[in-house]
């Protein structure tokens, strides 16, 4: 158990391990070591070379408020009337109308994240940048908070402090290994003897990779050498005083992004960072043993390769003229850490208790994630959403070295570039393909990646229908960003499935058997819900000890002690996995055993008004409503395959997930398929698949909701099953008595054609007050719409603007679901008053609008 008493050893004593130390001692943790291979005063990894620049706007919404609070924090430390952070303020230009239009978009990333930007002219872009090339400029996003952080200064204010408040450093000492009980970690095997430890904590940065093979722990992370140089003096640069670690006072940060680089000032110098070299990659073990360091002799500072930066350095003196008058006094390679997705990774080893990763963090966000982790520690939660850094968030296939090698390397080189949401990676591809892929690329599927897997976004084949498209579900023109990645098929392949029968591959949702004597009892521990009956199925959370949501998953009995369920990824299954050791640990006879069976496995949803027509052609099962309910599971046999099927729905339709062995996947797609093509069936893509959800009321975890948000502001206190007791979460739901402040609402775009993307900012009576989680065209009512977390104060059928690359949309909020309130196309008593015909026949269908589908 973690207590405040606990024996802590942090590995690393950099940006990162110095502030998670003075983190858990602000909330009274002491019993603190820091074990640091080089010397104090300037360790030599990342922190003792980094530039600091801190630019705080990000796509996510998570690294942008750690960036804030290492901005916040830095601002507070102080010694001797000196700082950590120069808030000279950060401008990014553009050069080219691409990357202009993109910083509208930055702009309101800014807005909806609540930090202060704005959008400048050429001429205010010379006002704050005077040395710029005006000629160049088209524009810029200026940032005022933005600035400088002097890392090394405070590393070393950091260590003070926490040393006065008792935490131990032994500085020039090597981790030569962990020492561990079968499933928790005892002590650090050091140069210097053992240190005990119930926690240990790696803050090792680039070094991690070895730090987590002592303990057979997978780090996903590359270590690649990037270019920085200082220049000579710069004749008439205009600077102020000089801060201790060379930091001017007046010029700000600046990006040129267009070139892949990024530029402060020293003084009287310009430090110029470069991007656009090809990737150096790093093998930290190759470094060698840290001895004395300096501030031009550490390990992470490698020789500098002047070919590599000689296109920079004639771009940079296009960019800023002044430069054409000076030579490059110093370069060097130094070494970061970057990962297949570009996030830093957090948390615990799935498998070891005790083992803590703070890994890949830069100085920007180095505060912030300390805080996190600090706060997860202490109380078991930190108040920012961690989803996405979450060390145990990779696949399986995205941990073999090579492909931590590639994506990296990928992430370098893109660091600047404009990427659109969806834009896929080129390499590597089909890593994972499901039994149908062969079938699905004969119908010219559009594939995107996700998770290792390759997921059709449409079909080509269903392009000839078209013209047959009525007229309310004909989709609206696009324009180009919002174009990429997205076809008009997606409307008849929602079309269909609304008005005859669709199937959908699902095998990629991820699939987890839960099994043993105590399976029933560990999911009625962690979840809000109630297990049923074998043959029945629950839609349930799983809550953190705060009561906010960790997850949204289904929970299927198909017998006594074996589970099935349907979660979100990666983090579930180490979540699940780690709660069934600790209980088969506390309780022998209730053990449980969690397994991914997800690869061994696939799925189709098949689902529409005419999907039991397909089923009766092929299955002598009795599918009907009497003989399978809504929210049921059974064995039964499709064309003679073995299936297990659940009477759920996705898209608010009649139907069913059919489940099969891999081996048998591709004869039910084609039994299906075959079956369905008389009354219409048709394959359809992950499109049409997530405007039906939205339509329909479901919320996406990881977009929607997060472990920010409790069940009531989300819409799901539904899920929670009134007067259970003992489940992870209850005190908290209980003890809430509070409105919630800020609610998940869904947006109906007043426009009927205005598409945005997500995480947009949302204005209501002129305040920006919250953002876009998910969006999407809804074919059903011909309208865009999207969800957006607002203030509970913001009511249905009010008016609310969106901001969408500085145009303001008007959108309306919405009663949920849009679609089929009354869940009558789901449980099937709505009156279909057609037969279709043998091939291309029509339906008509009777849409009602009214309650949640929480009502089911």
């Avoid at 796509?59 to 950590?84: I, R």
């Avoid at 706060?375 to 145990?392: A, F, K, R, Y």
């Avoid at 013209?467 to 997606?490: C, F, G, M, N």
């Avoid at 008005?499 to 979840?527: F, N």
Wanted: with cysteine; charged share 20%.
């Amino acid at each position: 158990m973690i207590t405040p008493d606990s024996r802590v050893v942090i590995v690393g004593a950099g940006i990162v391990g110095a502030n998670v130390a003075d983190e858990l001692v602000a909330r009274g943790w002491t019993n603190i070591t820091v074990v640091e291979q080089g010397p104090l005063h300037m360790p030599g990894g990342s922190t003792s070379h980094a530039p600091g620049l801190v630019f705080q706007t990000n796509s996510s919404k998570t690294m942008t408020l750690f960036a804030s609070y290492t901005v916040e924090k830095l601002l507070s430390l102080q010694k001797d009337g000196k700082n950590c952070f120069n808030q000279v303020g950060g401008l990014e230009v553009a050069t080219t109308p691409a990357r202009l239009h993109d910083l509208k978009r930055k702009h309101g990333w800014a807005t909806s994240w609540g930090i202060d930007a704005r959008l400048i002219s050429t001429d205010e872009c010379l006002s704050a940048y005077s040395l710029l090339n005006r000629e160049m400029i088209l524009g810029g996003l200026l940032i005022p908070s933005d600035g400088l952080a002097l890392a090394a200064r405070a590393v070393q204010l950091l260590i003070e402090r926490t040393q006065a408040a008792g935490v131990r450093y032994l500085d020039r000492t090597r981790v030569t290994g962990i020492e561990r009980t079968a499933h928790k970690v005892t002590g650090v095997e050091t140069s210097s003897g053992v240190v005990s430890a119930d926690i240990i904590i790696s803050c090792a940065g680039f070094w991690g990779v070895e730090l987590g093979a002592m303990v057979d722990l997978p780090i996903p992370l590359l270590p690649l050498a990037h270019q920085y140089v200082k220049t000579t003096s710069v004749p008439g640069l205009p600077h102020g005083s000089i801060l201790q670690g060379g930091a001017s006072s007046d010029l700000p940060i600046l990006r040129f992004q267009d070139e892949d680089l990024y530029y402060r000032t020293h003084g009287d110098q310009f430090g110029i960072g470069y991007y656009g070299h090809k990737p150096m990659p790093v093998v930290a073990a190759s470094l060698g043993e840290t001895g004395d360091v300096d501030e031009h002799n550490m390990p992470s500072r490698l020789e500098f390769t002047a070919e590599d930066f000689r296109p920079a350095w004639k771009a940079s003196q296009e960019f800023l003229p002044s430069l054409q008058q000076t030579d490059i006094q110093d370069g060097f390679n130094g070494v970061f850490s970057f990962t297949p997705d570009g996030g830093p990774l957090v948390g615990q080893h799935p498998t070891l208790d005790g083992f803590w990763v703070a890994e890949a963090v830069w100085v920007t966000h180095s505060a912030g994630v300390a805080r996190a982790l600090a706060e997860v520690l202490t109380t078991g939660q930190s108040q920012i959403d961690l989803t996405e850094c979450e060390l145990t968030r990779f696949e399986e296939v995205q941990l073999a070295p090579a492909y931590v090698s590639e994506t990296s390397q990928q992430n370098f080189v893109e660091v600047y570039d404009i990427l659109h949401p969806l834009t896929p990676r080129e390499s590597p591809r089909d890593l994972r393909l499901t039994p149908f892929h062969t079938r699905q690329c004969d119908l010219g599927a559009y594939f995107l990646e996700g998770g290792g897997w390759e997921r059709p976004h449409w079909y080509e084949a269903n392009a000839r229908l078209l013209k047959d498209l009525p007229a309310k579900w004909k989709p609206v023109e696009r324009d180009d960003w919002t174009s990429q990645h997205y076809s008009p098929i997606a409307a008849v392949e929602a079309w269909r499935t609304r008005t005859a029968v669709a199937m959908y591959d699902i095998t990629p949702l991820r699939r987890i058997q839960v099994s043993g004597p105590g399976a029933v009892a560990l999911m009625e521990r962690v979840s809000t819900g109630t297990v049923g009956s074998p043959g029945e199925v629950c839609y349930t959370l799983l809550l953190t000890d705060a009561g906010t949501i960790r997850s949204e998953i289904f929970i299927a009995r198909l017998e006594v002690d074996l589970l099935q369920l349907a979660v979100n990824g990666p983090n579930d299954f180490a979540y699940l996995q780690r709660a069934a050791r600790h209980q088969s640990q506390r309780s022998p006879q209730e053990w449980v055993q969690v397994r991914d069976v997800t690869g061994g496995t696939c799925g189709i949803g098949l689902w529409g008004p005419r999907a039991r027509d397909v089923v009766r052609s092929i299955s002598k099962d009795d599918f009907s409503s009497r003989g399978m309910r809504y929210s049921q599971v059974k064995k039964a046999h499709i064309a003679g395959i073995p299936v297990t099927a659940m009477r759920l729905s996705f898209v608010g339709e009649l139907g069913w997930e059919i489940y099969t062995t891999a081996d048998n996947g591709l004869r039910l797609w084609d039994a299906i398929f075959g079956a369905g093509q008389p009354y219409g069936l048709i394959a359809a893509g992950r499109i049409a698949f997530s405007a039906l959800r939205m339509e329909k009321g479901w919320r996406s975890y990881g977009s929607d909701i997060n472990t920010e948000h409790d069940a009531l502001a989300a819409g799901m206190a539904f899920a929670i099953k009134p007067g259970k007791q003992g489940y992870v979460g209850q005190s908290a739901v209980e003890s809430s008595s509070r409105s919630p402040r800020r609610r998940l609402r869904c947006l109906v775009i007043d426009d009927k054609q205005s598409v945005v993307l997500g995480k947009e900012p949302v204005f209501y009576a002129g305040q920006a007050v919250g953002y876009v989680t998910s969006a999407a065209f809804a074919y059903t009512i011909g309208k865009p719409i999207a969800y957006a977390w607002l203030p509970a104060s913001v009511s249905v059928d009010e008016s609310v603007e969106i901001e969408y690359f500085s145009r303001r949309i008007r959108a309306t909020v919405a009663r949920e679901p849009l679609v089929d309130p009354t869940n009558s196309r789901m449980l099937e008593t709505t009156t279909w008053t057609q037969p279709l015909g043998r091939r291309e026949g029509g339906v008509q269908e009777q849409i009602s609008l009214a309650p949640p589908l929480a009502k089911l």
